[in-house]
């Protein structure tokens, strides 16, 4: 299968909660957790939406998102204020097409400008940013296929490193790729699904987990 061009048609969740850790930030150790969700309670900041486009929201201990029409991106994030971080979350594409997109969301400092690092249900993963709106792959032209990604309806362990102007991006403890960008420097962390040209993404999230690298 060749690699899918990353199309963004972006749709917000917007999140509930809005708070300042930086110095929080400064004061955890190398190694501490800096925040940590597992989805447990339906008030906990991540917000809901339920639109012709998708639905997101809490459900049986886990975050659940599903994407009802082409090209389009649901994401969330709690309003945290981080700039050095180490982000994973558990991710599995319950039904819909394997060609979809899920992952994580890091330096978000509004809804147009932020990271993300993102893989498939086929086996595929992209590194990039939205810039001003516009969202671009950071790590080549195309989304490109690992076998780091569990395929199918298996769970994945998503992790995403900004560290400094280096963006790494783990599937499964396995190191995927690596790129470098100066664009951002801090912000809000998050989850982030989406569709191509299929849609019907139904993808769940669980044991998001933040650590001060």
């Known amino acids: 299968m060749k690699p899918i061009t990353l199309l963004f048609c972006l749709l917000l969740v917007p999140a509930l909660a809005c708070s300042t850790t930086s110095i929080a930030e400064s004061l955890v150790p190398s190694g501490g957790v800096l925040y940590q969700d597992y989805f447990g309670s339906d008030d906990s900041g991540w917000g809901k939406v339920e639109t012709k486009a998708g639905t997101a929201g809490y459900i049986d201990g886990a975050y659940h998102v599903v994407i009802n029409q082409p090209n389009v991106n649901i994401w969330s994030h709690p309003g945290k204020q981080l700039s050095t971080v180490r982000v994973e979350v558990s991710v599995m594409s319950a039904s819909g097409p394997n060609a979809n997109r899920m992952g994580l969301v890091c330096r978000l400092k509004d809804d147009d400008n932020f990271y ?98």
Do not use: H, W
Not at 135 to 145: D, I, V
Not at 169 to 178: D, G, K, Q, S
């Open 116 to 213: 993300f690092f993102v893989v498939s249900a086929d086996g595929y993963f992209g590194i990039g940013k939205v810039k001003a709106g516009q969202a671009r792959l950071l790590n080549g032209a195309e989304m490109e296929q690992n076998n780091a990604i569990l395929t199918g309806n298996q769970i994945n362990r998503v992790r995403a490193d900004c560290i400094g102007n280096v963006l790494s991006l783990y599937v499964n403890n396995l190191p995927v790729a690596t790129v470098k960008d100066d664009e951002f420097t801090n912000g809000d962390v998050g989850i982030l699904a989406g569709s191509f040209s299929q849609p019907g993404s139904d993808v769940y999230f669980d044991n998001f987990i933040v650590y001060k690298p």
